[in-house]
DNA sequence: ACTACCAATTGGAGCGTTCCAACAGATCAG
DNA sequence: CTGATCTGTTGGAACGCTCCAATTGGTAGT
């Protein structure tokens, strides 16, 4: 009747074996007798016990779980990732530990400090605001698998993204396509992704000699940000006929700015998001977009990570995903 | 140049004292005198010194973590309530160690099992599907605190809940307020919040003397969920004017179907959801609902867990939250 | 009947920490 | 100068598990 949890050795003596052949029984090796096995696991269950996490780990020195940092929960295209690395690495036996930063750098260091201290084998970074040289010190003590960034490059450092830059000149092209030519672009704030979305976006517009037209008005990738960088762009003279919004949650922020100073979307402003995220699929919203293959990446990313633990030789690589163009309901062509 | 980690015994090698100086220095004990401190914390960080999490919480026999499961990533009220609870965490000095269980009670309870094998001091349930009895078999062995639910009583249970019931009536007076009479209502599936939302649904209907008009067509709490469940809700003759729908995800899926069939929201079919979920503020949604206050209520959750694992004699409470109606541009009056 | 082998089982060492009782050396009162 | 007190430091035990080498009983082969 002891007040503490039940550990092996009052399973053993329950069931009257030692501690050394409950442990192999709970772990179903194969050179227990059924007699053994049955009365163990009986005593077992009687007691409720539940073996111990942190002393495996520390006997095993292993502990089968992965870390997983999310950039940001309040976005709905992380869980569409993460649904892909969860599957991911549960069909490899291991557990995920998921911890956000909140988009902030130094919350974002201390929680991956907190997964390293409970030994996590492995590191996926589901975007991250942390500086190059940060990653690479977590690299160097456990395999990193980084997904919808690719600017660091490291033998212990997976990246999957698409091509970001590639993507936002689709966007600026579909819309080149429509006949516009005042296309601004609301950014998604000091971070490698959204500098590769301007980027894409200036040589697009360049491209199809809209040089003069260039406008970039600095959001966030938040519904609040594309909210106030569109009321912002709005109020240039003369006003864009079409917005490319760095990423879909601000896209939609951008579509009610516009609905509230009295236009329509997109019968006076077209607007193109980007990330394919699920939501925008459906036609209240019935944003155009370019779309990722969110739980692909997840997935893929998983397994990049997979294949380094499992053969620390070979150097991870970088797996690059196709921007894709999804012409839904929020674009139509120039008016003017 | 060892291959594998550094320990407390190689820093305090590299220091000169002993392993015991070392752990009460890296835990800030008063006692250790300056010169012995800086050159043991010097000696820690050149060998990139880490303490390990499993040893510790061996020892200590607490691991300084509470377990958070998540009902469904995908639908941003959780973020919001989990930012209430990570707040409230970490300023007791604890880590959150998150999971989903996907909306199914057998990985919800699989992962619960992992948690407490990871020897969590306590959970909380930011909803969950499992039986009272799983959930109460839990409690035996933590404190628990479920959020959005109040169903489960039990001395180790603390619960936090707007009143479902009373939501739900809000919403149906509402519509009547404004001369709906044709209320259908588009329920959340099989579990206890949808249950209850729908019982208000029915009792305010009654209210008013529509129980000839009651209709209730089975949903999900996804926006999927709620884009089907409208398209049969709307097939009916006569075609609702007005959908109670049972959250604000599935809410944003009605509006999609009820759009798609050639209808105007509000203009030929009002809408009102449930939950007050950030993104239905904006414009582009403009979502009328019942709001509970999510982030405090998670803050309150972690809050009451916390109380008992101070004080383990108080019995766990039932903190109840006002719902309220937050009027928006999906509703209007009735045309006939 | 004896060795050889195999299957099942066991105690002990070790994983990296924390806690505790004990100890050395300095300081101080009488 | 002696004992008491305090400050800083130490080794060993313990936490609950896994791994390993060793041990016990059979069973089979000759």
Redesign the pocket.
Known sequence: MSA??P???DVAARAG?????V??A??QS????P??RAAILAAASELGYR??AA??S????RSRTIGVLVLDLHNPIFAQILDGVQTEVRSHGYSVMLVTGNSDPATEQAEIDKLLEFQVEGLILISHRMSDATVREFAREVPVAIITRQDVSDTNIATVSNDDIRGAQLAVEHLVRLGHTRIAHISGGENTVSADRERGYRIAMSNAQLDEQVSVVAGAFTDLGGYSAARTALAADPAPTALFVANDIAAVGAIAAIEESGLAVPGDVSIIGYDGMALGALRSLNLTTIAQPLTEMGQLGARALFARLENPDEPSKHTAMNPELIERGTTAVAVQ
């Open positions: 503490s949890k550990t092996i050795h074996v030692s501690k050394s052949l442990s192999l709970l772990r194969p050179k227990v007798s007699a053994s073996t111990n002393a495996r520390l006997a095993d020195r």
